[in-house]
């Protein structure tokens, strides 16, 4: 893989080429935040705006998405700039004026200064929650699980995810995956009595013969075995007791 | 005659047609642009048919009638015009037709009636050049329309179309690459990007497949040249992207059409099929080895469409979002190859700038904006249409001596340009010339070209806020700052002209907009700072007034401002009282009426029925 | 269960490509007025394509409709020049007249009222387009008459 050496808040690092600033700056020790960004999901990032630095290249300055920016040979990154701070502070106050139940915002904005809103809350159609309507959920469900049970929909400042028609979907096997990558914890998963509820369906949970948890969705298992071919007695067990 | 295998036959078609035509032959231009059409255009067109066919032996004459693209002049609608007397008809009703064919066809006699007469000098104007919204006119993108008919393939041949195409066909890609760069044309859609340059950077990328695309999501309010364009002259578009294809060595072409603009998709779909049949798309151009065809695409509505990568998703059947243009479309564009992506207008002008080369081009226009652009001159104008001038004309004389001044002699306040995308320049800053670089350090833009007059009845902080409103329903909701800033600024501005806002109103309103400028992923977030800072930089005197003294000094923002009847002017007819849906205007039968204040809801429907002039804002 | 060959009738006038999905659902909305849920799924099947991302389409475009549409559409067109020209005063006495909301149906079924940016036809200004019909120079006064003449025909 080519290496280029990129300059980042005045240190010279090596990386490869076409990584994106904000994980070099991580592999590096520099603290860039981000929300709607996952590395193991090539669709995500570039939304949320709070991962903004300035990019100098060529005697031009432009505040770049540091989750999507390739770094390139005569790159020079700053993160700790007073405008970009200030921009980061604006983003931040939106999102915090648009779901004040989130605590993952509260405690980044914390982090950034004064955390008052000046803002007029919001009042949309619907509970907003905690939703920062990022599309990471989306786009894990597209890209890592392949079902395509929820998207992104309407447009403006009423863009949620959702089910089709908002209605429990055939086609969500119930993993859980957009839960989990859910940077504002806003996606509700229960369990109960061995019944997941999830995007408002209710799942079978698989028990493990071993330890008698409910650890997997009977969904789950039927489409891993549909299409990967993989034997259905291997989810007999949990994976702490395979 | 079905398909045309080389250059040499495409000559001797046109001589053909031509042949078949008598120079001489009277000629009936019906306008049928969308304007016209609204206008009852096509009763018109039928009037003239009925009465040729009833005459047709006694006239002892063949008149041919043409339904032809929008003139432009969209105001007077249904314009006919007639040749080669030259002269133009406004406002023609289908009663007027037998006094035309008897008096101007037959006898050549003007009918004054139906002429311009210019409302400040009374002089009236038959002839179609010398009406000054004509005059002053340099016809390239719009070259043929309104003197051809769009859906006749052989009238775009035979006024010179496809011409430019075999002079293409004849030179090296890399020569025709040279001869757009040299001509100094700038993309018409709104960045004003050179267009040889990019053109040049997606020839530079290695790849086996490329495209080219036609920008027609034409999405500025008060814009109406790719309309026009496509409606009315098809085929200059297509020739425009078959040369750059060649150029480029693309074999795919789509155009992203509005689907609010039916007869436009209507036109285009008819051209292509039209182009094809002739051989002039499609397999083998011309007998010349070289493949190539254009597939439509209809837009769904969303003005971020407009923007190029939300425009290529869009194509490829996704929702348009845009997405971060750090690697550019040239480079990787729709499905992710090198792609061009022009507009209508763009295109347009490349067959011409082929022919007539690049050197008589650049010799139109500025130093930096190269040749003519299409202006689309709307809003409180007394001449409203579409206007094409050499770049560098000043903001005056396309509003005073092409557009013939303010409508009703109200007074000249601004011009808004650029769309949600600009700004408002102020009538003081009028002799500014219209050119990219001119109107972008004036805190506007050019845009695709609206130029939007307004007078003294217009509101700024309302004009900021409609824009603002605008792009909240637009705003793709991907990014934060333009999803939930906007929205922000909208309460900021609604607060101000309902008379909520304090000083720090418009402090927070310069704040959103440094954030979305700078923070904002696409160019609909990062520019939409433009309505609200130029109006606060060039009237914050109205800003002021609305914050301090809580009034609207233009009489727009209805929690400011209160209706009353003028005594004096009040004759008692009693029409405004029939007509409010509050029932709260009172008085005798030919007597002064009154307005109860504490019931009316300032809808303005007593202002709008009053023959007076006798209900006031104040 | 839903007859599908109304819409497998559309679908087949295009091409099996993702290209076509958008020109499908106008279509759809065009025969229709509006998008139905049974037509999203039939597309879904025989494009291939997830239904969750036609859904989205359909709640992305402002030419697509999810929900029944009125007999009549009325369209107020709030471009710029006719914002200036009267267009805010037209669409508010639609709204207090007919008793519905932008983007609302009538409660009888007769008319949908909508906003559309810009028509391209800034002469006219203000312009109402009433189905495929266009009405320049539209007063907020005289507004209602000419939809009570299109009710009747």
């Known amino acids: 893989m080519e290496k280029i050496s990129v300059k980042i808040d005045g240190r010279t690092f090596e990386a490869a080429k076409d990584q994106c600033i904000l994980e070099v700056a991580h592999e590096n020790g520099i603290y860039i935040p981000s929300l709607c960004y996952n590395s193991e999901v090539a669709s995500s990032g570039g939304s949320c705006r709070v991962c903004l630095v300035e990019a100098h290249q060529g005697g031009r300055m432009r505040l770049v998405t540091s989750c999507n920016y390739p770094v390139r040979k005569g790159l020079e990154v700053k993160t700790d700039t007073p405008l970009v701070h200030r921009i980061r502070r604006g983003v931040l106050e939106l999102l915090m004026a648009r779901v004040p139940d989130s605590e993952a915002i509260r405690e980044m904005a914390a982090a950034e200064g004064p955390t008052d809103v000046r803002f007029r809350l919001d009042e949309g159609e619907y509970d907003r929650y905690k939703c920062i309507a990022c599309a990471l959920c989306t786009n894990v469900c597209a890209d890592v699980v392949g079902v395509f049970a929820i998207g992104m929909v309407n447009r403006g400042a009423d863009k949620k995810p959702d089910t089709p028609y908002g209605k429990p979907s055939d086609v969500c096997i119930g993993c859980g995956a957009c839960a989990y990558a859910c940077p504002t914890g806003a996606i509700t998963m229960k369990e109960k009595d061995g019944v997941r509820r999830i995007w408002g369906r209710d799942f079978d949970m ?31 067990k949990c994976p702490d007791h395979r | ?488 600024m909208l309460d900021l501005l609604t607060d101000i002209t309902e008379g909520r806002g304090g000083e720090e109103h418009v402090a927070m309103l310069e704040e959103l907009c440094d954030l979305l400028t700078w923070g904002a992923l696409c160019g609909l977030g990062t520019s939409a700072a433009n309505p609200v800072l130029s109006t606060i930089k060039y009237f914050r005197d109205e800003y002021d007034a609305h914050i301090f003294d809580k009034k609207c000094p233009a009489g727009v923002c209805k929690e400011l401002i209160t209706y009353a009847i003028d005594p004096e002017a009040c004759t008692g007819c009693r029409l405004c009282a029939k007509n409010c849906p509050q029932e709260c205007i009172t008085g005798e039968r030919k007597e002064p009426h009154v307005i109860d204040t504490a019931e009316c809801i300032k809808c303005g429907l007593c202002r709008d029925v009053c023959t007076f002039d006798a209900v006031r804002i104040s | 269960m839903t007859d599908v060959t109304q819409f497998d009738s559309i679908i087949d006038r295009y091409e099996r490509s993702e290209e076509s999905l958008l020109a499908i659902l106008q279509d759809f909305q065009r025969e229709f007025h509006y998008v139905p849920e049974e037509g999203i799924r039939r597309l879904s099947e025989v494009m291939e394509v997830p239904e969750s991302k036609i859904y989205a389409m359909g709640t992305f475009y402002k030419a697509l409709s999810l929900t029944p549409r009125g007999r009549h559409t009325i369209k107020v067109c709030t471009g710029t020049a006719c914002h200036l020209k009267g267009a805010p005063q037209i669409l508010e006495t639609l709204e207090r007249e007919l008793e519905v909301k932008r983007n609302g149906t009538t409660t009888d079924g007769e008319f949908t009222l909508e906003c559309v940016n810009c028509v391209g036809a800034c002469a006219m200004a203000p312009l109402t387009v009433i189905d495929e019909e266009y009405h320049g120079q539209t007063r907020s006064s005289k507004i209602m008459d000419i939809v009570k003449k299109r009710a009747e025909s």
């Open chain 2, 1 to 488: 005659m079905g398909a045309i295998n080389t250059i040499e036959q495409l000559e001797a078609y046109r001589q053909e047609i031509a042949a078949g035509i008598k120079a001489d032959l009277p000629t009936v231009l019906v306008c049928f642009g969308t304007g016209c059409q609204a206008n009852g255009a096509r009763p018109v067109a039928e009037a003239f048919s009925d009465i040729i066919e009833e005459q047709g032996l006694e006239l002892n004459v063949n008149i041919g009638i043409k339904t032809t693209g929008c003139h432009g002049y969209c105001e007077n609608g249904p314009l006919v015009a007639l040749q080669p007397q030259g002269i133009l008809y406004l406002k023609v009703k289908p009663e007027d037709v037998a006094e035309i064919v008897e008096k101007t066809i037959r006898s050549g006699e003007v009918i004054e009636r139906l002429i311009y007469q210019d409302k400040t000098t009374s002089d009236m104007v038959a002839e179609y050049s010398e009406i000054p919204f004509y005059k002053h006119q340099h016809r390239i993108a719009l070259r043929n329309i309104g003197a051809i008919d769009p859906t006749n393939i052989d009238d775009y041949i035979l006024a010179g179309g496809y011409s430019g195409l075999v002079k293409a066909l004849g030179m090296k890609p890399d020569d025709i690459i040279t001869e757009i760069e040299d001509s100094g044309l700038r993309g018409r859609g709104g960045g004003g990007f050179p267009t040889g340059t990019k053109w040049r950077s997606c020839v530079a990328v290695d790849s086996d497949v490329r495209y080219v695309m036609c920008n027609c999501d034409e999405g500025d309010p008060g814009a109406f040249m790719d309309r026009s364009i496509m409606e009315g002259d098809p085929h200059s578009v297509i020739e425009g992207m078959i040369i750059g294809a060649l150029a480029m060595g693309s074999h795919t072409g789509y155009v992203y059409i509005r689907d609010e603009y039916p007869l436009a998709v209507k036109n285009l779909t008819s051209a292509l099929e039209a182009a094809r049949e002739k051989g002039l798309l499609g397999e083998s151009i011309l007998g010349s080895g070289f493949d190539f065809d254009i597939k439509i695409s209809r837009g769904g509505g969303a003005f971020v469409c407009g923007e190029s990568s939300a425009l290529m998703r869009s194509v490829a059947g996704e929702v348009g979002e845009p997405r971060a243009k750090y690697i550019r479309s040239v480079e990787r564009g729709l499905y992710d190859k090198p792609t061009v992506l022009n507009n209508v207008e763009t295109w347009a002008n490349v067959p011409e700038i082929i022919m007539k080369g690049a050197e008589w081009y650049a010799g139109l226009g500025t130093e930096g904006s190269k040749g003519t652009k299409v202006f689309s001159l709307v809003g409180k104008v007394n001449n409203t249409g579409l206007v094409e001038v050499p770049m560098g004309i000043s903001i005056r004389e396309l509003v005073e001596n092409i557009g013939g001044g303010v409508l009703n002699g109200k007074k000249f306040k601004a011009v808004q340009t650029g769309g949600p995308s600009g700004g408002c320049i102020p009538e003081r800053l009028s002799d500014l010339p219209v050119d990219f670089d001119s109107l972008t350090e004036a805190g506007s833009m050019m845009g695709s070209g609206g130029i939007i007059v307004m007078d003294e009845e217009t509101c700024m902080v309302d004009v900021a806020k409609y824009f603002i409103n605008f792009l909240v329903e637009e705003s793709c909701g991907k990014c934060t700052p333009c999803r939930d800033g906007l929205p922000r």
């Open chain 1, 206 to 236: 698989v028990t493990c013969s071993v330890c008698g948890t409910p650890y997997i969705p009977q969904a789950q298992v039927d489409w891993i075995v549909r299409t990967t071919g993989k034997d259905r007695s291997f989810f007999d």
